[in-house]
């Protein structure tokens, strides 16, 4: 019967074709944002295979006490005037209505968006990752105006050359919070996002996401605290600092922005394995790449990715899983695909993207009866 729906589908797709393409994309720029399917490693090992050995930690470190963690930040972090200790969990968009979610992030439209027919899009702060090319409030709030969730794509974990806060003068005279290059993204660095240096950066984003008007970000890089634990830090530590971190940015965009403020991590749920229960509290859901496929394959980790987001679920949180599975041909072999992948989302109750295999994120993926999803 599968393969009946899939033929029928090719039909209409053939008919639909010209007027049904793909989203087109604006012009092209010389700045391409870097997809964030690098957060998965190389490697098919599991996180969990890393040494547990205790590593040496820096001696100017400061552990979080995460058995009293709550949703307030530590007095460091939090700005001044901020009245962060009244930050509500309760009272958030509710996601649960969401059928269909897209993931755009380079010269993204949103006048595309707007009509698309996705309930949720994630979508970087600009069309170039530029100050200069910045979507304006008023774009943001006709894709809200159209019943789309606008969610801004923020790095947390890794410094990225072409944004606002980038100085050249850095190659030379680094900062103390800033690691090496990603060997795998060219332009992207590893940071140390424990320290307060790094912390207000990100807070100045997010200042800046807050005023164009998004209804949340979705923070990529959370799983930065593996490449710290496999270079000289405790894996708990480092695990546990970014847990800090997330619970910081959730107060700190939530003082400003409203208890309603969206927060989704993307990848690293292993972190929850560091949880005392205040992170999964805290997030508004998880995203996760990679998860049944990875690129037109089977994913050597929908085991373990799996059995951490159904924790996910069952905690009533929204789970936005993305694979690289559509070869663009929309033949047979494609489609299939494509549709085993959501079925196996949806069994799960996760909220499935099929995007490109190029992970380049730089166009809609719109699949004719398909995706979006077309059924109330």
Not at 18 to 41: D, V, Y
Not at 164 to 174: A, I, L, P, Q, V
Request: net charge negative; proline share 5%; with cysteine.
């Amino acid at each position: 019967m599968r393969l009946a729906g899939v033929l029928l589908l090719s039909l209409l797709i053939v008919l639909a074709s010209a007027c049904l393409s793909n989203a087109p994309a604006e012009k092209t720029s010389t700045t391409s944002i870097s997809s964030s399917s690098r957060s998965i490693p190389e490697t098919t090992s599991s996180p969990f295979q890393l040494s547990h050995t205790s590593f040496p930690v820096p001696s100017n470190a400061t552990f979080p006490k995460i058995a009293q963690q709550n949703v307030t930040p530590t007095t460091q972090t939090t700005p001044k005037g901020e009245d962060s200790s009244q930050i509500q969990v309760k009272g958030r968009l509710n996601l649960s209505s969401v059928r269909g979610w897209a993931y755009w992030l380079q010269n993204a439209s949103p006048e595309v968006i707007a009509r698309s027919g996705f309930e949720l899009v994630v979508m970087d702060y600009s069309r170039d990752g530029s100050d200069e090319r910045a979507y304006t409030r008023e774009e943001i709030e006709m894709i809200k105006r159209a019943g789309v969730i606008p969610i801004a794509y923020i790095s947390i974990g890794e410094a990225e050359n072409y944004r606002f806060y980038w100085k050249e003068g850095w190659k030379e005279n680094s900062p103390g919070w800033l690691g090496p290059e990603n060997p795998d993204w060219e332009g992207n660095y590893a940071v140390k996002y424990w320290e307060e240096g790094w912390k207000q950066i990100i807070f100045k984003y997010l200042d800046k996401i807050i005023a164009q008007g998004f209804s949340g970000v979705y923070l990529d890089k959370v799983d930065e605290y593996w490449f710290w634990a496999k270079n000289g830090y405790n894996e708990s530590w480092t695990a546990r600092q970014m847990i800090e971190f997330i619970l910081e940015i959730a107060n700190y965009t939530r003082s400003k922005a409203g208890p309603s403020f969206i927060i989704i991590p993307q990848n690293g749920e292993y972190l929850l394995e560091y949880d005392n229960g205040t992170l999964l509290e805290t997030v508004s859901g998880w995203a996760s790449e990679d998860v049944f496929y990875d690129g037109l394959g089977s994913s050597p980790w929908t085991g373990e990715k799996v059995s951490l987001l159904d924790r996910v679920v069952k905690a009533g949180k929204v789970v936005l899983v993305v694979d690289y599975v559509d070869d663009g041909t929309r033949g047979e072999e494609d489609l299939v695909r494509i549709l085993d992948f959501i079925e196996k989302a949806q069994d799960r109750g996760y909220l499935p993207y099929a995007a490109f295999e190029g992970r380049e994120l730089d166009r809609l993926d719109v699949i004719p009866g398909i995706q979006p999803p077309t059924e109330k």
